[in-house]
């Protein structure tokens, strides 16, 4: 709980130090399914939050920061942190395309067996952004991830292991510390 509450403050933080030049600060939740031939008989699911940090010093390409983590779930806990690149399709108008990529470092506990899986990952998220103000919007999508295996327990490997596909859709709101236009 302290590495998260950290993590929320440090991005809070730089969010307001780029807040001049296309920063956009978004919450909201996800709901999110885990597959894997290799290590599940049956598919994990979580409800995520999530808090991300965009910045945007164009109006068609982006970086950020994003955090998740699980809040409710029958068979797992979840927590990732991903580093987003992408682009903003339609991006200076009031309905907008986000799409990122992602690297992502990850933990993921099957609470069943009682096992942590981790380490990093890839993914996409691509989704939609309404304006409903000049700073504030509704973003909602669709969101993938790869998530090779390369630590089980407390055993790190050089390889992987096996791997997660993590699939998921989102739902959050934005605010824009610059207005749209």
Known sequence: MKQWLTLIILTVCISITNAQKGGILNAGASLNSFSSDEFLSENLSTTNVFLSYEWVPAKSIGFG??????????????????????????????????????????????????????????????????????????????????????????DEFDEAQGSFNQQGFYVGLGYHFSSKK
Do not use: C, W
């Open 65 to 154: 920061l994003e955090l998740q983590k699980s809040i409710v779930s029958n068979n797992a806990e979840y927590f990732d942190i991903r580093l987003k690149i992408g682009g903003i399709i339609n991006g200076k108008h009031r309905l907008q395309f986000p799409v990122y990529g992602s690297i992502n470092f990850y933990n993921l506990k099957d609470l069943d067996a009682d096992i942590k899986y981790g380490k990093y990952g890839y993914g996409i998220k691509a989704g939609i952004r309404f304006y409903i103000t000049d700073h504030l919007s509704l973003n909602g999508g669709a969101e993938y991830s790869y998530l090779p295996t390369t630590k089980i327990g407390d």
